[in-house]
């Protein structure tokens, strides 16, 4: 697949998700083909999964908190990490930040971010560079559902905890993924995010906003 920005207009429609109603996507439905597609068709014609078409309960819920929380988001620098359809980014973006960069290492999401960005009327930067590993300019680190699996969880988990030293504030989004940290965060907000049972094993998942805090992170 050449052109990712027309594979995403031809198979999403423009949607706001149930929680975040002030900020529209281009999401797949249950009334365009992506959504019925399994990884290995999509894999045949050169997609990746695509995450960035789904708006996950844990983005949802950090959309909300920073888009009802501008006073902590205003005047400061942002990294949208494993942005996806680009929702947390987009939120810090409406909330007043000075410069967001949403990262995501698959090209169809950067497309993705950069029509939703269009769409909302906001300007976001992208990369595709794996960023763990970096030391990071940005005030403040948001990840949204990203703890979904254990080697990716433990990795990202011990590079936040690095920037935290290095002065940066982390939130996470989260619905009780299995590689969410026991321990280690202040809860700040629970919200209960309608979600789909073609994604997930309830239609709605209660979910948290957590800030991370000091410490030497997963061994």
């Known amino acids: ?10 198979n999403t429609a423009p949607i706001a998700p149930p929680l975040v109603p002030e900020i529209t996507l281009r999401l797949a439905t249950e009334v365009v083909p992506l959504w019925r597609k399994t990884e290995e068709e999509l894999e045949a014609i050169g997609v990746p999964p695509p995450y960035w078409a789904f708006a996950w309960a844990g983005g949802q819920a950090l ?3 920073v888009l009802d929380h501008p006073e902590d988001i205003r005047d400061r620098s942002v990294l949208d990490f494993g942005a996806g359809s680009g929702l947390v980014g987009l939120a810090a973006a409406r909330a007043g930040a000075r410069d967001v960069l949403c990262a ?7 497309a993705a971010i950069q029509l939703n960005a269009t769409l909302n009327g906001v300007h976001l930067r992208t990369t595709g560079e ?3 590993g970096q030391t990071t300019p940005f005030e403040l680190i948001l990840v949204g559902d990203m703890c979904y699996e254990r080697p990716l969880a433990d990795r ?10 290095n002065g ?3 939130l996470l989004g989260d619905p009780g993924r299995s590689y969410f940290p026991k321990q280690g965060f202040e809860k700040l907000a629970a919200y209960q995010v309608q979600t789909t049972r073609e994604l997930e094993d309830r239609e709605i998942r209660d979910t948290g906003v957590y800030r991370l805090l000091a410490g030497p992170g997963p061994t």
Do not use: Y
């Open 1 to 10: 697949m050449n052109d990712p920005a027309l594979f995403i207009a031809s």
């Open 63 to 65: 959309a909300r908190f």
């Open 104 to 110: 995501d290492v698959d090209h169809f999401a950067r």
């Open 130 to 132: 794996d960023v763990i």
């Open 156 to 165: 990202l988990l011990a590079w936040l905890h690095q920037q935290i030293g």
């Open 168 to 170: 940066a504030e982390v």
